[in-house]
């Protein structure tokens, strides 16, 4: 699957905890059709994000390019264990 990353301008609107409790389905509807990200901060530090799911396919996307690259990596350099080997050593 490829992802195409379009130049988007898209800010980071910072709500705290209590305000995205009471305002939740406005919040979930910024997201999820207006593209907003937003950060729910808890005693003024963030504490998690709700973002778009386009944004965290592409998220998981970039990660599963690294493990492929860091898989590749580890191949080459001969650094792996058989399978067989490894379900021995987890006693699977």
Request: aromatic share 6%; hydrophobic share 45%.
């Amino acid at each position: 699957m490829r992802y195409y990353i379009q130049e988007r301008n898209i800010t980071m609107t910072k709500v705290s905890m209590t305000k995205a409790r009471q305002n939740f389905t406005d919040i979930a509807n910024r997201v999820m059709y207006g593209d907003e990200r937003i950060c729910i901060q808890k005693n003024n530090k963030a504490a998690f994000a709700l973002v778009p799911v386009e944004d965290v396919e592409i998220l998981e996307a970039l990660e599963d390019r690294i493990d492929v690259q860091a898989a590749k990596a580890a191949l080459k350099k001969g650094r792996y264990i058989d399978l067989e080997v490894l379900a021995k050593q987890l006693g699977v």
